[in-house]
């Protein structure tokens, strides 16, 4: 069954890691996504009420840095205090390491960011892949991940259905709030979601046997 559910993140850390891949190849293209991601924050940018913008603005700090920062040490000082260790570990090494991916990536790929004018959330520093989409990915999946290990079965769809619904908004603020092109977004997913996919795969056994 370990070996099965193993195999299952393998499978999903390729899948994301190939759309990480092609979306990355078709923005340093500058093809048809790029004119659509374009398109698409011309439209929104004439389109989106204020009062959406104003309540968005406030919403996006959920994907924070700082406030991400914030829940994983948290989650790890309440992991060492039942002195799950390896779990503590391994929430470290899923926060942090996509932290500095992203980072990585932001760097290697230094897409500017679309026009945002608008003056109620401002943003610095290079647009693919994006920064909150993927700590919100790190951070609210590998929430998900600790409840499901740590929660009875009857919480599981809950928690599953929450973080998903959770990280899909932040996302979408993001593209709303024309600080991050859709293209930009849907990387920072895929980045994140094949790095925490990859920790999994290759330290499920370690972490089940501390939940356990």
Same mark, same amino acid.
């Not at 799950?84 to 992203?102: I, K, P, Q, S």
């Given at each position: 069954?370990?070996?099965?559910?193993?195999?299952?993140?393998?499978?999903?850390?390729?899948?994301?890691?190939?759309?990480?891949?092609?979306?990355?190849?078709?923005?340093?293209?500058?093809?048809?996504?790029?004119?659509?991601?374009?398109?698409?924050?011309?439209?929104?940018?004439?389109?989106?009420?204020?009062?959406?913008?104003?309540?968005?603005?406030?919403?996006?700090?959920?994907?924070?840095?700082?406030?991400?920062?914030?829940?994983?040490?948290?989650?790890?000082?309440?992991?060492?205090?039942?002195?799950?260790?390896?779990?503590?570990?391994?929430?470290?090494?899923?926060?942090?390491?996509?932290?500095?991916?992203?980072?990585?990536?932001?760097?290697?790929?230094?897409?500017?960011?679309?026009?945002?004018?608008?003056?109620?959330?401002?943003?610095?520093?290079?647009?693919?892949?994006?920064?909150?989409?993927?700590?919100?990915?790190? =951070?609210?999946?590998?929430?998900?991940? %600790? @409840?499901?290990?740590? /929660?009875?079965?009857? #919480?599981?769809?809950? +928690? !599953?259905?929450?973080?998903?619904?959770?990280?899909?908004?932040?996302?979408?603020?993001?593209?709303?709030?024309? =600080?991050?092109?859709?293209?930009?977004? %849907? @990387?920072?997913?895929? /980045?994140?979601?094949? #790095?925490?996919?990859? +920790? !999994?795969?290759?330290?499920?056994?370690?972490?089940?046997?501390?939940?356990?």
């Amino acid at each position: 069954m370990m070996a099965g559910a193993h195999r299952r993140w393998w499978l999903v850390a390729l899948f994301a890691w190939v759309v990480f891949i092609l979306l990355a190849i078709s923005v340093t293209a500058d093809g048809a996504l790029v004119r659509f991601d374009q398109m698409l924050a011309a439209t929104l940018s004439l389109s989106v009420a204020p009062s959406l913008l104003w309540l968005l603005s406030w919403f996006t700090h959920l994907g924070d840095r700082n406030f991400l920062i914030i829940i994983a040490a948290v989650m790890t000082a309440g992991l060492l205090w039942r002195q799950a260790w390896r779990l503590a570990w391994m929430c470290v090494v899923v926060t942090a390491g996509g932290g500095l991916l992203n980072m990585l990536m932001k760097h290697v790929f230094q897409r500017v960011r679309p026009e945002h004018l608008h003056g109620y959330v401002q943003e610095h520093g290079w647009s693919f892949p994006s920064g909150h989409a993927s700590g919100t990915m790190a =951070v609210y999946g590998f929430a998900c991940y %600790l @409840a499901i290990c740590l /929660l009875p079965a009857r #919480w599981h769809r809950r +928690c !599953l259905l929450g973080a998903v619904l959770l990280i899909s908004a932040i996302g979408i603020s993001r593209v709303l709030l024309q =600080v991050h092109y859709l293209s930009d977004v %849907l @990387a920072g997913f895929a /980045l994140s979601l094949a #790095w925490l996919s990859m +920790c !999994l795969a290759v330290m499920g056994r370690w972490i089940h046997r501390q939940a356990h």
